[in-house]
């Protein structure tokens, strides 16, 4: 099976986030974490991109990567 590699901006389009780099950094700056809430459960995340964000993560699935990422990024 192909294993397909996600940019970052990838995962905002898809989200369907301005994916600019301005507008990855801005979402970055005014939305962090708490160590203890789980990335999809951010009350932030429309059900729909909840959603994506849970499925990717449990069928480790092309986007789990670069979600980690993004997870990563907003629990620094």
Same mark, same amino acid.
């Given at each position: 099976m192909e294993q397909h590699h996600h !940019? /970052? $901006?990838d995962l905002f389009a898809q989200l369907g986030l301005p994916n600019s780099d301005a507008a990855i950094q801005r979402f970055c700056a005014e939305h962090s974490l708490? #160590? #203890?809430t789980r990335l999809p459960d951010a &009350? /932030? %995340?429309?059900p729909a991109q909840a959603q994506f964000l $849970? &499925? !990717? %993560?449990?069928?480790? !699935?092309?986007w789990a990567?670069?979600? &980690? #990422?993004?997870? !990563?990024t907003l629990h620094h």
């Open positions: !940019a /970052f $901006r708490q #160590q #203890q &009350d /932030f %995340w429309t $849970r &499925d !990717a %993560w449990r069928q480790d !699935a092309d990567e670069v979600i &980690d #990422q993004l997870n !990563a």
